[in-house]
């Protein structure tokens, strides 16, 4: 499935080359900060509108509003414009890329006027999922480019987020087929529900530098997922981040899974000191969470379980699936019941230890993704 790249470390820049021959709807790429993901997309967007005569538009769509407006948005594009990009692209015709009222314009600057001179049509629009509500009545039909950046978070996902991309697409799309997506996303969480929704089952076993290819709906779809290969190991940069004794920060060095540092346990103990046992299913992940009693001391340990659950039908487990019966449950932290009440004041209290970070990270982001109800908005 998986087709190693060729090495890259020449080269400056993360190219879309390898990615592109694979000739798939979504094209989703991840990998080090600063490697020009989103710098290869925009060129790739301004290509497709000067090489269709400025027909093929692009959608830029980030998560918030705030992304899309102001000076976050006026920037955009100007490591183009730096590079000399813009000018190159168009045979001289324009410099620069304009910003105005939600959409991007291929321009001029007049100096004689102290003003922007833009071409008629719009370059691109911006959408943010947080908004998406107030774009579904409007037509975009000569949209080719779709590019959602830093679709990967640690921090917050909207409720229904895929749901809101989705009709995103929706919107730009309608009936038409020759729309290219771009997913792009630094390297911070590998516990992405897109990739659920997604059915993207191998993004933990990938290797830098290598394109798995998924296809659903009897070949239809086509996503094709890049793990880009670190594009030099030797940046200047890097000294300030080679920190000895820090895992953390190897994300941006090379690419690397971002990993917080949790609590490990550091006494050990029999059978007999557990009192409870729960167990939390995520993302194809099985985990074990013991509530120990050790010399009078309560806490809560969790490891991977390798053996299926020998009483599903008793046993108390925690999932985001939706399951009616009564031994299932989905939020983690809720206090609904006395024993959920018991279970979550080990997290209000930091008395939960982890085999390994990795066995954190799913735990934070099984919370995080099981606070959240779809009653919210109701």
């Given at each position: 499935?998986?087709?190693?790249?060729?090495?890259?470390?020449?080269?400056?820049?993360?190219?879309?080359?390898?990615?592109?021959?694979?000739?798939?709807?979504?094209?989703?790429?991840?990998?080090?900060?600063?490697?020009?993901?989103?710098?290869?997309?925009?060129?790739?967007?301004?290509?497709?509108?000067?090489?269709?005569?400025?027909?093929?538009?692009?959608?830029?769509?980030?998560?918030?509003?705030?992304?899309?407006?102001?000076?976050?948005?006026?920037?955009?594009?100007?490591?183009?414009?730096?590079?000399?990009?813009?000018?190159?692209?168009?045979?001289?015709?324009?410099?620069?890329?304009?910003?105005?009222?939600?959409?991007?314009?291929?321009?001029?600057?007049?100096?004689?006027?102290?003003?922007?001179?833009?071409?008629?049509?719009?370059?691109?629009?911006?959408?943010?999922?947080?908004?998406?509500?107030?774009?579904?009545?409007?037509s975009y039909p000569d949209i080719t480019t779709v590019?959602?950046?830093?679709?990967?978070?640690?921090?917050?996902?909207?409720?229904?987020?895929?749901?809101?991309?989705?009709?995103?697409?929706?919107?730009?799309?309608?009936?038409?087929?020759?729309?290219?997506?771009?997913?792009?996303?630094?390297?911070?969480?590998?516990?992405?529900?897109?990739?659920?929704?997604?059915?993207?089952?191998?993004?933990?076993?990938?290797?830098?530098?290598?394109?798995?290819?998924?296809?659903?709906?009897?070949?239809?779809?086509?996503i094709a997922v890049e793990y880009a290969a670190t594009?030099?190991?030797?940046?200047?940069?890097?000294?300030?981040?080679?920190?000895?004794?820090?895992?953390?920060?190897?994300?941006?060095?090379?690419?690397?899974?971002?990993?917080?540092?949790?609590?490990?346990?550091?006494?050990?103990?029999?059978?007999?000191?557990?009192?409870?046992?729960?167990?939390?299913?995520?993302?194809?992940?099985?985990?074990?969470?013991?509530?120990?009693?050790?010399?009078?001391?309560?806490?809560?340990?969790?490891?991977?379980?390798?053996?299926?659950?020998?009483?599903?039908?008793?046993?108390?487990?925690?999932?985001?699936?939706?399951?009616?019966?009564?031994?299932?449950?989905?939020?983690?932290?809720?206090?609904?019941?006395?024993?959920?009440?018991?279970?979550a004041r080990f997290y209000a209290l930091e008395k939960?230890?982890?085999?390994?970070?990795?066995?954190?990270?799913?735990?934070?982001?099984?919370?995080?993704?099981?606070?959240?109800?779809?009653?919210?908005?109701?």
């Open positions: 499935m998986a087709k190693k790249q060729p090495k890259q470390e020449e080269l400056k820049f993360y190219s879309l080359s390898n990615i592109l021959a694979k000739n798939a709807d979504y094209n989703i790429i991840f990998g080090e900060r600063s490697n020009g993901k989103t710098y290869a997309a925009l060129e790739y967007g301004v290509k497709q509108f000067v090489e269709s005569g400025y027909e093929n538009q692009t959608a830029i769509v980030r998560r918030w509003k705030e992304d899309i407006k102001g000076k976050r948005a006026e920037t955009l594009y100007n490591a183009l414009e730096a590079n000399n990009r813009i000018a190159e692209l168009t045979n001289g015709e324009f410099t620069e890329v304009y910003y105005f009222n939600g959409r991007y314009y291929l321009s001029n600057f007049d100096t004689n006027l102290q003003k922007h001179v833009p071409h008629t049509k719009p370059l691109a629009y911006t959408f943010a999922l947080s908004e998406m509500e107030h774009d579904k009545s409007t590019i959602f950046d830093e679709f990967l978070t640690r921090r917050y996902y909207l409720p229904d987020e895929f749901i809101l991309f989705m009709n995103v697409l929706s919107t730009i799309i309608r009936q038409r087929n020759n729309v290219k997506i771009f997913m792009l996303g630094n390297t911070v969480n590998k516990y992405c529900p897109y990739f659920t929704e997604m059915g993207l089952k191998h993004i933990g076993q990938m290797e830098q530098g290598t394109i798995d290819v998924y296809k659903f709906g009897k070949g239809q779809l086509t594009i030099s190991k030797n940046k200047a940069s890097n000294k300030y981040f080679c920190f000895d004794d820090s895992e953390s920060v190897q994300m941006i060095i090379n690419g690397a899974w971002e990993m917080a540092i949790y609590p490990h346990l550091s006494v050990k103990y029999d059978d007999k000191d557990i009192v409870f046992i729960y167990f939390i299913e995520f993302n194809g992940n099985l985990l074990q969470c013991e509530i120990v009693n050790k010399d009078n001391e309560y806490f809560t340990y969790i490891h991977e379980k390798t053996t299926p659950i020998k009483n599903p039908d008793t046993d108390l487990i925690y999932s985001l699936q939706h399951n009616e019966k009564q031994n299932y449950k989905r939020r983690l932290l809720s206090t609904s019941t006395p024993l959920e009440a018991k279970i939960v230890f982890f085999q390994n970070n990795e066995v954190g990270e799913i735990v934070r982001n099984y919370i995080l993704q099981s606070t959240k109800s779809q009653f919210a908005k109701i």
